[in-house]
């Protein structure tokens, strides 16, 4: 099935480093997720963007919603070790339970302390 | 609040067997599940939308004999992989959604068919 174009594949980087990845697609998506995913974990939810242009910040996280709704990036300042994991964008179309999601490839993040 | 546990957490099975896994959502009403196959360093891919009571709407170049969904009540989801063979090998994973448009992920379950 279609995936999202998601760079980088992998990071590393020291520790206190601010850290940039963004997803790009061809066609438009309604909503932008971002999500965390530990070693042999389901995915965790870090940040919902649901309209074109908006920004949002959760803690150390900050995520926008492209103007075109085609892309979104994700942003993390001072990293820590326990910001290790993959980082995955999600774009959905519609606008009830039933909407899939599909999934970016995903942004392997290295925190050396 | 809006957790979703799988069971089992991990599997190994012999190949040909069938293997059954489950997906709960525990303190919601999940309208519809959605069932993911990771592999290593990979993505998540969907393999199918179920919706209670309905049968499930499976993604292009999944089999759905092999791959068998009930989603029989609105806590409960199961997948059973049939006649199960080493490149069924995979960590899957579940997610349930209600009214609201947000998915809540299991801690998804890892499969080695030998």
């Known amino acids: 099935g279609q995936q999202l174009n998601q760079s980088p594949q992998s990071m590393f980087i020291q520790e206190g480093e601010d850290v940039s990845m963004n997803c790009t697609s061809s066609s438009i998506f309604n909503t932008w997720l971002w999500y965390k995913q530990d070693p042999g974990e389901g995915p965790v939810l870090l940040i919902a963007l649901y309209k074109a242009g908006e920004l949002t910040s959760n803690g150390r996280l900050t995520a926008q919603f492209g103007i075109t709704r085609k892309d979104s990036f994700l942003n993390i300042s001072a990293s820590i070790p326990s910001d290790v994991g993959i980082y995955f964008c999600?774009?959905?179309?519609?606008?009830?339970?039933?909407?899939?999601?599909?999934f970016g490839e995903g942004t392997q993040l290295t925190v050396n302390p | 609040g809006a957790v979703v546990s799988q069971h089992p957490s991990w599997v190994i099975c012999k190949s040909g067997t069938s293997v059954k896994i489950e997906c709960r959502s525990l303190?919601?009403?999940?309208?519809?599940m959605f069932w993911y196959r990771q592999f290593p360093k990979q993505s998540l891919m969907l393999m199918a939308t179920?919706?209670?009571?309905?049968?499930?709407?499976?993604e292009q170049g999944v089999e759905k004999d092999k791959f068998l969904i009930n989603h029989a009540s609105l806590t409960l989801s199961t997948l059973t992989v049939t006649s199960a063979h080493p490149e069924d090998s995979s960590f899957y994973i579940c997610?349930?959604?209600?009214?609201?448009?947000?998915?809540?992920f299991g801690p998804g379950t890892r499969l080695t068919v030998l």
């Open positions: 997610s349930a959604a209600w009214v609201v448009n947000e998915q809540f």
């Open positions: 999600a774009g959905q179309r519609g606008e009830t339970s039933g909407s899939r999601l599909t």
């Open positions: 303190d919601f009403q999940a309208t519809t």
């Open positions: 179920s919706n209670e009571g309905s049968k499930a709407t499976y």
